[in-house]
């Protein structure tokens, strides 16, 4: 929707903005959801949502009026008994710095705190400091490193597997 109605000029800098739902993502989601990631990635994500089917995760979305997701990510509430883990955060590239990864994340805490728990723990990679950075904004505070691998499949069909030391994050709800 547009702030200022524009018509036969256009100014340089025009303010829209869009209504946005946060939901459960959904499988039929996931062919929108290739800007995420590899195949092998969105692969990941569809078997994660069998585990949301399960209650063993919440995988939220941010959906436009039309229903597509701009940003996904997870809970996964197996990793520690008293927490969320938040994982695979991910907004669509032309719509980051926007205020969807903290809608998102405001979100995922909501979900947490509805299952009783009252702390929420992510990973953040050594190489991320802008995300780390957002985080931290939002409360997130660093106890504890580790270190993450997965497996990606390269341009080439190659399936390589990558690791990450990563600094971990929580904040208390
Ligand atoms: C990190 C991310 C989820 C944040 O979502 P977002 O919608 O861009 O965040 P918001 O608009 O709510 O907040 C903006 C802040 O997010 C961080 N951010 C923005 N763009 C980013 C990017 N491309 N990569 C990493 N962090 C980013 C910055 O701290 C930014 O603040 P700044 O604009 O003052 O630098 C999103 O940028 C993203 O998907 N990045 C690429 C994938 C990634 O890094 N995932 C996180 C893994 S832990």
Same mark, same amino acid.
């Given at each position: 929707?547009? *702030?200022?109605?524009?018509?036969?000029?256009?100014?340089?800098?025009?303010?829209?903005?869009?209504?946005?739902? +946060?939901?459960?993502?959904?499988?039929? @989601?996931?062919?929108?959801?290739?800007?995420?990631?590899?195949?092998?990635?969105?692969?990941?994500?569809? @078997?994660?949502? @069998?585990?949301?089917?399960?209650?063993? +995760? $919440? =995988?939220?979305?941010?959906?436009?009026?039309?229903?597509?997701? +701009?940003?996904?990510?997870?809970?996964?509430?197996?990793?520690?008994?008293?927490?969320?883990?938040?994982?695979?955060?991910?907004?669509?590239?032309?719509?980051?710095?926007? !205020?969807?990864?903290?809608?998102?994340? !405001?979100?995922?805490?909501?979900?947490? #705190?509805?299952? !009783?728990?009252?702390?929420?723990?992510?990973? +953040?990679?050594? *190489?991320?400091?802008?995300?780390?950075?957002? =985080?931290?904004?939002? !409360?997130?505070?660093?106890?504890?490193?580790?270190? *993450?691998?997965? *497996?990606?499949?390269?341009? @080439?069909?190659?399936?390589?597997?990558?690791? #990450?030391?990563?600094?971990?994050?929580?904040? $208390?709800?």
């Amino acid at each position: 929707m547009l *702030d200022r109605v524009n018509t036969a000029r256009t100014t340089p800098h025009t303010r829209l903005s869009v209504p946005v739902e +946060v939901r459960d993502l959904r499988p039929q @989601d996931l062919p929108a959801c290739s800007w995420s990631g590899s195949p092998t990635h969105v692969r990941h994500v569809a @078997d994660e949502l @069998d585990r949301a089917a399960a209650g063993e +995760v $919440d =995988y939220l979305a941010v959906c436009t009026p039309a229903g597509v997701p +701009v940003a996904i990510g997870g809970v996964d509430y197996a990793p520690r008994p008293d927490a969320g883990t938040l994982w695979q955060l991910a907004v669509l590239p032309a719509l980051q710095s926007c !205020g969807l990864g903290t809608l998102l994340i !405001g979100a995922a805490e909501d979900r947490i #705190a509805a299952r !009783g728990l009252h702390r929420a723990v992510l990973a +953040v990679e050594d *190489d991320n400091p802008r995300a780390r950075a957002l =985080y931290e904004r939002l !409360g997130y505070r660093a106890f504890g490193r580790e270190l *993450d691998t997965w *497996d990606e499949e390269g341009p @080439d069909g190659e399936i390589r597997r990558h690791e #990450a030391m990563c600094t971990l994050l929580g904040k $208390d709800l």
